[in-house]
T-cell receptor, first 119, second 111 residues
Framework: ETGVTQTPRHLVMGMTNKKSLKCEQH?????MYWYKQSAKKPLELMFV???????ENNSVPSRFSPECPNSSHLFLHLHTLQPEDSALYLC??????????????????FGPGTRLTVL | LAKTTQPISMDSYEGQEVNITCSHN???????ITWYQQFPSQGPRFIIQ???TKVTNEVASLFIPADRKSSTLSLPRVSLSDTAVYYC????????????FGAGTRLAVHP
């Protein structure tokens, strides 16, 4: 049991649609992450929230907009996506971001992901 | 640019020991090495973490030489259910944007 849930598990959308991905963690963690995983590519870190504050944005296009209303929930709002944005979007959480941000000992707990297809 | 390097794929048979090596030449003094396992349509799952020498838990061992420029994940007596992609992650110093997953090693275990 990962303790991290993601909805929906599958999403098909057109390039003009607006949709949102939801992530919820039941582990009492302080940090939450969005990753993108494309076919045959490494996981790409998109956003990090620590104690509900965004602490990292790895130059992600503005058509992806994260929201973290509290430490248990994380959203990824999508609009005017491109076909190349089709991928598995993974959410993760970790317990203690540490005073200086991510600690290299932090274990991340991943959700099952949302398989996104952009037509 | 710091990065990790792993073999793209490996094949093994049930009951054998599998060793997967990850190179991380630019690892910093206070960085740990973490390995994750990922099955199709699932998120990665933590397997083991270490800093130096050897770490063992109920599912794997992790060997790290003195120079720490590489690490080896050892899976004893693999079974078909160990077929998955294995990632090494090094917490490169310098912030969240230095979280760099390797490309992963696709392990296929055959009967």
């Amino acid at each position: 049991e990962t303790g991290v849930t993601q909805t929906p598990r599958h999403l098909v959308m057109g390039m003009t649609n607006k949709k949102s991905l939801k992530c919820e963690q039941h582990l009492g963690h302080n940090a939450m992450y969005w990753y993108k995983q494309s076919a045959k590519k490494p996981l790409e870190l998109m956003f990090v929230y620590s104690l509900e504050e965004r602490v990292e944005n790895n130059s992600v296009p503005s058509r992806f907009s994260p929201e973290c209303p509290n430490s248990s929930h994380l959203f990824l709002h999508l609009h005017t996506l491109q076909p190349e944005d089709s991928a598995l979007y993974l959410c993760a959480s970790s317990q203690d971001p540490g005073l200086a941000g991510f600690s290299s000992t932090d274990t991340q707990y991943f959700g099952p992901g949302t398989r996104l297809t952009v037509l | 640019l710091a990065k990790t390097t792993q073999p793209i794929s490996m094949d093994s048979y049930e009951g054998q020991e599998v060793n997967i090596t990850c190179s991380h030449n630019n690892i910093a003094t206070n960085d740990y090495i973490t390995w994750y396992q990922q099955f199709p349509s699932q998120g990665p799952r933590f397997i083991i973490q270490g800093y130096k020498t050897k770490v063992t838990n109920e599912v794997a061992s992790l060997f790290i030489p003195a120079d720490r420029k590489s690490s080896t994940l050892s899976l004893p007596r693999v079974s078909l259910s160990d077929t998955a992609v294995y990632y090494c992650l090094v917490g490169f110093s310098g912030g969240y944007n230095k979280l760099i997953f390797g490309a992963g090693t696709r392990l296929a275990v055959h009967p």
